[in-house]
Every structure is written in structure tokens, then in C-alpha cells.
């Protein structure tokens, strides 16, 4: 029989330490991992929690000539939105089907100016019907023709992400200076990102 010297011990001690410390490594790795992976479901529920949420709505509308529509663009999220961009556009039809993509004008009637809107604020804008004649504005008191608007806005968060906002609506003229207005899922061309 072998008789194992004083320092064989110090061998299976120093086996012992390679082994904790391969299984140190594995579990600090694994650790790491689900760390990630909770990081970034935690950063993805913030920028949904903490984002900026433009929506836009239609305030009044007259019935005069020129026909005009006001409209709000409201910061409904938790953080500040810088606009980029946006328009609106009122568009005379025979139908009440989604007219060809609006024509929107890049001038001052109905274009956006860019900005900073902050949380729970509002900003009005305005768009007037232009280029329509009197037969389409008559159309548009008798119920024969149909008023389309559309408005969208492209507008950065905090973190420089883009989002884009729109709003398609069909007005119905039921009296002297009244309308019905609906809002058509085909009048949506880009959904709200």
C-alpha cells in the first residue's frame, strides 16, 4: 500500500478550487444573461410608459368661404415630443369612399410648423378647402359631395426615435353649417406608430 505524502492534500484542495471556480464563471455568466434580458424588457416598458403619444383632433369647422377646419395636436404621452413634421388637407369628392392620396400644401395653409410640444399641452392649427369650385361647395351644402380631411404629424421623443401620428375624416353635411363627422378606417393611409 502507498502511503500518500503530507502534501497530497494540498492537490485535491487546489482540484476543489479550479471546480468552484469553473462553476462560479458558468452561474456569473448565466446571471449576466438574464440580466440583459431584463434590462432591456425594463428600458422596452419605460419607452412605452414614458413616451410621447401625439393624437390629432378636430376642433371647429366653418362653413363659409373659404371652407376651414381647426384642428389640435395634443401631446397625450409623458414626455416632451419634437413636431418634425406635418400637414393637413381638406379634399371635395362625390363619394364617400378614401379619395387618392391628399394633396397637402407645403405652404402655410394647413402645413405644421415644427416645434416642441410638452406633456398634456395642445397646439392648434388650421387647414382651409382650396382649389374647389362652386359646384363642389354647393355639392358640399346640398349633401351631394363629401369633405375629406386628413392630417398627420412626424415627431421625435426624448431619445430621437421617430413616431407619426395621422387622422382621417369624413364630414357629412346634414344642414346649414352642420355635419356629421365619422372616421373611416379607410381613411387612415399610414397607421399610428
Known amino acids: 500500500m502507498i502511503k500518500l505524502s503530507p502534501d497530497w492534500w494540498l492537490v485535491y484542495f487546489a482540484g476543489g478550487l479550479v471546480f468552484a471556480a469553473i462553476a462560479q464563471l458558468i452561474a456569473t455568466t448565466l446571471q449576466a444573461h438574464y440580466m440583459r434580458r431584463s434590462l432591456r424588457a425594463t428600458d422596452q416598458a419605460l419607452e412605452i410608459a414614458e413616451r410621447p403619444y401625439i393624437s390629432i383632433a378636430i376642433g371647429?369647422?366653418?362653413?363659409?368661404?373659404?371652407f376651414r377646419i381647426d384642428y389640435s395636436i395634443t401631446n397625450r404621452g409623458r414626455t416632451i415630443a419634437w413636431i418634425i413634421s406635418g400637414n393637413a388637407a381638406l379634399t371635395v369628392t362625390d363619394s364617400e369612399s378614401r379619395p387618392e392620396?391628399?394633396?397637402?400644401?407645403f405652404d402655410r395653409t394647413g402645413a405644421v410648423i415644427p416645434q416642441s410640444i410638452g406633456r398634456g399641452r395642445?397646439?392648434?392649427d388650421w387647414a382651409n378647402l382650396r382649389n374647389s369650385g362652386a359646384k363642389e361647395i354647393a355639392g358640399l351644402?346640398?349633401?351631394?359631395h363629401h369633405l375629406h380631411f386628413f392630417a398627420f404629424v412626424n415627431y421625435r421623443d426624448a431619445?430621437?426615435?421617430l413616431y407619426h401620428?395621422?387622422?382621417g375624416a369624413l364630414f357629412r353635411f346634414v344642414g346649414i353649417g352642420q355635419a356629421e363627422i365619422t372616421y373611416p378606417s379607410d381613411h387612415m393611409y399610414d397607421g399610428d406608430t
Open 60 to 66: 371647429r369647422y366653418e362653413v363659409a368661404e373659404p
Open 101 to 105: 392620396y391628399p394633396q397637402y400644401s
Open 122 to 124: 395642445a397646439i392648434w
Open 141 to 144: 351644402r346640398t349633401g351631394t
Open 159 to 161: 431619445r430621437g426615435k
Open 165 to 167: 401620428a395621422e387622422l
